[in-house]
């Protein structure tokens, strides 16, 4: 079973700031199957990012992911006051699905 | 506009079985494009992966999960459900159905979610 780990846990940043977000596989996952979700609290997970790099329908340019193999990232170029929210990355392989821990992205 | 429903009792005594169904509106199970999945979140903590299962009836388990775990399709009532056997404490969260899309295996429609707490 491929283990995602996603850091930081916590970020602090501000409105405007750029914020990067770190998803580590234990092992190579193909980029076709490497997702992002944004989960405000209360509220369902939404897809943000597919297959590593392109945007769902509705996402804002200005998130965008990108990486290969065991690295991916996650960037928001400039947080707007709706983005603060929890992070998580997701993989499929071999008929399995599994999601990061999660990173909190704070108003600091 | 495709909308999934989850729902099902929010109290299962420990020991007991967990039923939950999810409703497809707008859209048909029956699809060789999605799958259907669960998922969960306890309280405070991050997301787990339940399950995911075809319209055809083929089922890919949380290995974690698979020994408790029966997942089903209705295509009569658009409906695909989860049974959870021999719950406890640690099984209470917050339960979701999601659509997955065929061939990327991403989730792209979930439900609001349903709160199962396991006490008795």
């Known amino acids: 079973e491929i283990v995602l780990t996603q850091s930081p846990g916590t970020l602090s940043l501000s409105p405007g700031e750029r914020a990067t977000l770190s998803c580590r596989a234990s092992?190579?996952?193909?980029?076709?199957?490497l997702d992002w979700y944004q989960q405000k609290p209360g509220q369902a997970p939404r897809l943000l990012i597919y297959?590593?790099?392109s945007r769902a329908t509705g996402i804002p340019d200005r998130f965008s992911g990108s990486g290969s193999g065991t690295d991916f990232t996650l960037t928001i170029s400039r947080l707007e006051p709706e983005d603060f929210a929890v992070y998580y990355c997701?993989?499929?392989?071999?008929?399995?699905?599994?999601f990061g821990q999660g990173t909190k992205v704070e108003l600091k | 506009q495709v909308q999934l429903q989850e729902s099902g009792p929010g109290l299962v005594k420990p020991s007991e079985t967990l039923s939950l169904t999810c409703t497809v509106s707008?859209?048909?199970?029956?699809?060789?494009?999605?799958?259907w999945g669960w998922i969960r979140q306890p309280p405070g903590k991050g997301l787990e992966w339940i399950g995911t299962?075809?319209?055809?009836?083929?089922?890919y388990y949380n290995p974690s999960l698979k020994s408790r775990l029966t997942m089903s399709v209705d295509t009569s009532n658009n409906q695909f459900s989860l049974k959870l056997n021999s719950v406890t404490a640690a099984d209470t969260a917050v339960f979701y159905c999601?659509?997955?899309?065929?061939?990327?295996?991403?989730?792209?429609?979930w439900g609001k979610g349903t709160t199962v707490t396991v006490s008795s």
């Open positions: 999601a659509r997955v899309v065929f061939g990327y295996y991403y989730m792209d429609v």
């Open positions: 707008g859209g048909s199970i029956n699809s060789n494009t999605y799958y």
């Open positions: 299962i075809y319209s055809g009836g083929s089922a």
């Open positions: 092992q190579s996952v193909s980029s076709t199957y």
């Open positions: 297959a590593a790099s």
């Open positions: 997701q993989q499929y392989g071999s008929s399995l699905w599994t």
